[in-house]
């Protein structure tokens, strides 16, 4: 029995369901909505063959491209954001004292909150009348700061993207934290007995040593920003006049407010894709460097 | 061997699961079946979205209660489903033909695509059956559910009165403002409200759809009139490009201007506009009848007292009436297209219990709008709703614009109203909901 269990033939058995699962419910899909999006289709009655017509359509759609353009700007305040945050607080809270363990879990409870809570509570603090943060500043005396902070398109993207970093930190934290600690001490002795200080150790050290986490945490982060939804829903639902649509919001409106099923899932076909490329880059940038 | 074993063993288990999985729901058919045959009991099912706690879901549930009680040789399956998700599940099950007999449907672009998909068919037999019920609807009540010359395909169970304006009598009186009733008037009181430092209107227009609803449906109407917006959302003769149109929307980009709503009124929802209102805040507010449902939940009597109602200031020179309220007939009980024989009798049945005469008066004693003439008892309902109630009987009715629209133009517009809102052209805004409405009404 024990060959057996060994034996390769049993591994793939035991996959087979889980895989089956994931294709099914994953994989096959992708393939599907990208078919849906050859046609004109509201979800009820006859689907229409329109062929790419719904794919052009989405490239001639200023919305889309504004949507494309916040998802950038939430890639880049995430890359920025979480993970250099994330890097910069682990350096600062690797060592195991009481006050850096409560740090941590200081920074990590957002995430264990649900979004919408997340989505409400920034809500309230960014309250046009009586939010936090307009109280603050009008307490400060700097009345002339007040904003609409989700209302006024110049700055609601960054007003969004704020909350989104704040409750995705935690995770990034810990996997740095981890890496850090399993740097060898032989390492970093060597580096204090060449007389690297501590800024050197850190770029010519420590930082290559975690690059490999460094790259799949800006990856994870990448495809985080892409999916990122459910705060924008609860805080602006993409509004006013679409000026913080995100691809998924772009695509969940399309598809389940205005009940256009065929472009919806065309758009969802051009996210797959979008990511794909910039994962891609990613994937080259990082490698060089490393 | 023992490999082999394995391998055969997983693919007979995997293979077993999957069949007791596609089973199931083959045998779950078979045993209806039997129970009907042996019991004789008539089985339907109803969905609805009356799942919550305010008074007109109780009023409702307990309609379809009471229709059970009185009707034991029936089994109704009564399924309450959240307001939220209950649009797309009614879709899903559409989609997969798999529809419930009875099923509660909006007027307007839902209950359209259903009849486009030759799911719902007319109840006009019951209406037939009762036609003193039939007449006491008010007028215009089927207006959105006669898909066919003199077939009926719902009887509504509410009205939706999308904009009425509420007004602080104690604020208007402390400032020594008129009550508009033209839009000279209204934008007097707009700006002595504004150097008082009372925000004149509370609107919270995050979820796009409420200025949409409760103002630029009046609004509009007053300048173009209700002939030329039909004719426009029909595509039919006029087109949302006519310079009246961008009239219209210049009165809101006027009121917007001259602050009439308070700041960022796009990043909040209504249900904090209303408390701002409430609070005594804002001077005025522009909403449907949901309010009062609404504020009567949550604000004390002394924060009702000074509240009182009445119609949009009219537009002088307009093509539209004054005093019109936007509205229409509300969502209603359909039937399924394959409901039939005994089946159809009980569920024809179950739609008048909730419905008819009795199902109205119900429902209008809690504190919700019906479009049915009934006699309402002052004492059983709150004063604030009384008069809203008998100003809507007494006011003309205007379409609220996405009812008409569909629902891709519906997006648009509301959209639109808060680009207006961010800065946008009235000009702008028009032309993109011409474009929409012109690419949905082709065939």
């Known amino acids: 029995m024990p060959a057996s269990l060994r034996s390769r033939s049993f591994v793939i058995m035991a996959l087979l369901p889980a895989l089956l699962i994931f294709i099914i419910f994953a994989i096959v899909p992708i393939f599907w909505s990208a078919y849906y999006g050859f046609f004109e289709w509201k979800g009820l009655g006859a689907a229409k063959l329109i062929g790419l017509d719904n794919y052009r359509m989405i490239l001639e759609d200023p919305v889309f491209w504004r949507a494309l353009k916040n998802n950038l700007i939430l890639v880049v305040s995430a890359v920025i954001g979480q993970v250099s945050v994330a890097l910069l607080l682990s350096l600062f809270l690797l060592k195991n004292t009481m006050f850096n363990r409560l740090m941590r879990s200081a920074v990590f409870l957002p995430m264990v909150l649900s979004t919408v809570v997340v989505g409400l509570i920034w809500g309230y603090i960014y309250h046009p009348q009586i939010g936090l943060l307009n109280q603050l500043l009008e307490t400060l005396g700097l009345e002339s700061w007040r904003r609409p902070w989700l209302d006024d398109p110049k700055i609601n993207m960054f007003a969004v993207s704020i909350p989104i970093n704040w409750a995705n930190i935690g995770p990034y934290l810990i996997i740095f934290i981890a890496a850090l600690q399993n740097i060898s001490s032989e390492i970093e002795d060597a580096a204090k007995i060449d007389g690297a200080v501590a800024w050197r150790k850190l770029f010519f050290v420590t930082l290559p040593i975690i690059w490999g986490t460094v790259v799949v945490t800006i990856v994870l982060c990448i495809s985080g920003s892409l999916k990122a939804f459910d705060h924008v829903i609860v805080m602006t639902r993409g509004g006013p006049a679409q000026s913080t649509e995100l691809l998924a919001t772009y695509m969940y409106n399309n598809t389940f407010t205005v009940y256009r099923y065929g472009y919806g899932s065309a758009v969802s076909t051009m996210i797959i894709l979008i990511s794909a490329v910039l994962i891609g880059l990613n994937h080259i940038i990082t490698k060089r460097r490393g | ?443």
């Open chain 2, 1 to 443: 061997m023992k490999k082999r074993f394995v391998f055969i063993t997983t693919i007979i288990l995997m293979i077993a699961l999957l069949a007791t999985a596609c089973n199931n729901s083959g045998n779950k058919e078979q045993s209806n079946e039997g129970n009907k045959s042996s019991e004789e009991k008539t089985k339907i099912s109803i969905w609805h979205n009356f799942a919550g706690d305010d008074l007109r879901a109780k009023a409702v549930r307990d309609l379809i209660d009471k229709y059970k009680e009185e009707h034991p040789e029936v089994e109704v399956d009564a399924q309450a489903i959240p307001v939220d998700g209950y649009r797309q599940r009614l879709s899903t099950v559409a989609a997969a033909n798999e529809m419930p007999d009875v099923f509660f449907v909006y007027a307007g672009s839902q209950s359209q695509e259903f009849y486009d998909a030759d799911k719902l068919q007319p109840i006009t037999e019951l209406m037939d059956k009762y036609p003193e019920w039939k007449n006491n609807f008010l007028a215009g009540a089927f207006d959105r559910y006669e898909f066919e010359k003199g077939q009926i395909f719902t009887a509504p169970l509410g009205m939706s009165a999308t904009s009425f304006m509420y007004y602080n009598k104690d604020l208007f009186e402390k400032h020594s403002v008129k009550v508009p009733t033209t839009w000279e008037e209204m934008m007097t009181a707009i700006k002595t409200f504004n150097d008082n430092g009372i925000t004149p209107i509370a609107l919270g227009n995050k979820a796009p759809w409420v200025a949409q609803s409760t103002i630029i449906g009046s609004l509009a109407d007053r300048v173009t009139g209700t002939e030329w917006f039909l004719k426009a959302a029909a595509q039919d003769g006029a087109s949302f490009t006519d310079p009246v149109f961008i009239d219209a929307l210049g009165k809101y980009k006027e009121l917007v201007d001259n602050k009439a709503f308070q700041d960022g009124a796009n990043s909040i929802d209504n249900t904090q506009a209303e408390q701002y209102f409430i609070q005594g805040k804002a001077a005025m507010m522009i909403n449907g009848a949901w309010s009062l449902t609404n504020l009567a939940a949550s604000a004390t009597p002394e924060q009702l007292a000074p509240i009182e109602v009445t119609t949009m200031p009219g537009i002088e020179g307009g093509a539209g009436k004054p005093n019109t309220i936007s509205g229409g007939a509300g969502a209603g009980f359909a039937l399924n297209k394959n409901t039939k024989g005994a089946q159809k009798q009980a569920a024809l049945d179950l739609i008048y219990a909730v419905s008819g005469p009795d199902g109205q008066k119900a429902i209008a004693e809690s504190n919700s709008m019906v479009m049915y003439k009934v006699e309402l008892d002052k004492s059983k309902v709150s004063p604030l709703y009384f008069k809203a109630y008998e100003l809507a009987v007494n006011s003309e009715i205007t379409p609220v614009y996405d009812a008409y629209l569909s629902a891709e133009a519906g997006e648009v517009i509301n959209n639109g109203l808060q680009e207006l809102m961010m800065g946008g052209k009235p000009e702008d805004v028009a032309k993109k909901l011409q474009d929409a409405q012109a690419r949905s009404t082709k065939k």
